[in-house]
């Protein structure tokens, strides 16, 4: 049982380039969640989802794309990087939408 | 609008003090979640307990222990007796429904040998 997996651990971006975030949970877990953590400022919300096929804004969601076409995986993707996406990218899920949640291990990305 | 508030940007304790960490939020909802999430210096982030906004009774686990008060929209977490494990950064999150929940900007805990 693997919890929350996240690839790739670290990542170095040019501007403009694209790239996904992946995550993938093996509990079941409908919902799943993206936030990006800068210093001082905790968590931010990018995207979520509440089941397959659905998702749904955070509060930070520009630039960033997100689909759930299964209920393991989670993809999220940039698509034109700029240095104010340099963060760090963590993954959840949970079993229930008032529950706690299950986080990855996390990616940290940097744009240059 | 949701909102969760954690003033201590950072605390320093000589191990085996008491320390209580201060989150106070702000909701317009009457049904409402909170939370607590421990980061160790490893960087995972690790769930701690969760309150629903009905159940004021306060926790206790070990060591720490959680004080909730609706009257003053505070939920804070004190560590007895503390210890260098304890060195992290915990967060403090409100959540109220629909899966979307707020963090705080979470405080630093550095506990000293």
């Known amino acids: 049982n693997a919890g929350v997996t996240q690839t790739p651990k670290f990542q170095v971006l040019k501007t403009g380039q694209s790239m996904t975030l992946q995550c993938a949970q093996d509990?079941?877990?409908?919902?799943m969640s993206w936030y990006r953590q800068d210093p001082g400022m905790g968590l931010r919300l990018i995207h979520y989802?509440?089941?397959?096929?659905?998702?749904d804004q955070g509060e930070v969601p520009n630039g960033y794309n997100v689909s759930r076409s299964t209920t393991e995986d989670f993809p999220l993707r940039l698509l034109s990087a700029a240095p104010s996406q340099t963060s760090v990218y963590f993954c959840?899920?949970?079993?229930?939408?008032?529950?706690?949640?299950?986080f990855g291990p996390g990616t940290r990305l940097t744009v240059t | 609008a949701q909102k969760v508030t954690q003033a201590q940007t950072e605390i320093s304790v000589v191990e085996k003090e008491d320390v209580t960490l201060d989150c106070v939020y702000e909701?317009?909802?009457?049904?409402?979640?909170l939370f607590w999430y421990k980061q160790p210096p490893s960087g995972e982030l690790v769930f701690l307990i969760r309150?629903?906004?009905?159940?004021?009774q306060n926790e206790i686990s070990g060591r720490y222990s959680w004080n909730f008060q609706k009257s003053t929209s505070s939920f804070n977490f004190t560590i007895t007796a503390s210890q260098v494990v304890d060195s992290a950064v915990y967060f403090c999150?409100?959540?109220?429904?629909?899966?979307?929940?707020?963090f705080g900007a979470g405080t630093r805990l550095f506990v000293k040998a």
């Open positions: 999150a409100l959540g109220t429904g629909g899966f979307k929940t707020i």
């Open positions: 989802s509440v089941g397959a096929g659905i998702t």
């Open positions: 509990m079941n877990h409908e919902y």
């Open positions: 909701t317009r909802d009457t049904t409402y979640y």
């Open positions: 959840a899920s949970s079993y229930q939408e008032t529950a706690e949640q299950y």
């Open positions: 309150r629903n906004s009905f159940d004021e």
